[in-house]
């Protein structure tokens, strides 16, 4: 295997359609969100998947074309917004999208959502993730509920939060096959860093926390810490 297993949603989505075998309806996937130094396409292509993805940043294709180079793959990976995906109706047999979707607002995911229905073959199966709202530090200005927005590198984006059966309703058109929630309550990146590195992500224009408020969230990062996500397997009915 010569891609890094960092993507556990995509490995459990992997070993779901091992399990289930859907090989009446052929190996094309469709990765939003594709780019990167490790595209998780990779593992699928391992797997003789026939490969397709998008990507809206310039930057992130270049990575992924590098680590295609070295390996020797070709995982076809094209600029798109996966608010319009540039493919026709029910061209995937799956379609996965894995820490993408959560940069968008709640509108445009439900847009996403449908999109992904769009290229979705019938009887075939999605994987998508949604970032839940108990996660510590809640960080950036609130505009709409749940949707926080940031500045980073000079860029402004948003950070969309859901409670846990939010996303259920945004899924009313698919069958849901699988839900999790997966929580890291522990990471060696925020242990390691340092305090200078943390008052990095202060802005008082945009968080909702005063700059003493932000000084104590660094001390208690490694005992508050949390990063959810609620996974979702879904299939388009037949």
Request: include cysteine; hydrophobic fraction near 35%; proline fraction near 4%.
């Amino acid at each position: 295997m010569v891609a890094p297993i960092t993507r556990p949603a995509v490995c459990y989505f992997l070993s779901y359609l091992h399990r289930i075998n859907p090989s009446h309806l052929g190996k094309r996937v469709l990765d939003c969100g594709a780019g990167g130094r490790h595209p998780p396409l990779a593992l699928f292509y391992e797997r003789r998947y026939e490969t397709f993805g998008i990507d809206s940043s310039d930057e992130q294709i270049e990575s992924a074309n590098r680590f295609c180079d070295q390996h020797h793959m070709h995982l076809n990976i094209i600029k798109g917004d996966m608010r319009r995906i540039p493919f026709k109706n029910e061209t995937f047999s799956f379609v996965y999208e894995c820490d993408s979707m959560c940069h968008l607002t709640k509108d445009d995911t439900c847009t996403t959502i449908q999109e992904m229905w769009r290229v979705l073959r019938k009887g075939g199966y999605c994987s998508l993730g949604f970032m839940a709202i108990d996660r510590w530090p809640l960080d950036g200005e609130e505009r709409n509920p749940g949707e926080f927005w940031l500045w980073y590198k000079g860029e402004e984006y948003v950070h969309s939060h859901f409670t846990d059966d939010e996303p259920d309703t945004y899924l009313k058109d698919f069958e849901i096959k699988w839900k999790g929630i997966h929580t890291e309550v522990y990471s060696d990146s925020i242990a390691k860093m340092s305090l200078e590195d943390w008052m990095e992500w202060y802005d008082a224009a945009w968080t909702k926390y005063l700059k003493n408020e932000w000084i104590n969230a660094y001390r208690e990062r490694m005992l508050n810490y949390r990063y959810s996500m609620i996974q979702y397997i879904v299939k388009k009915p037949i």
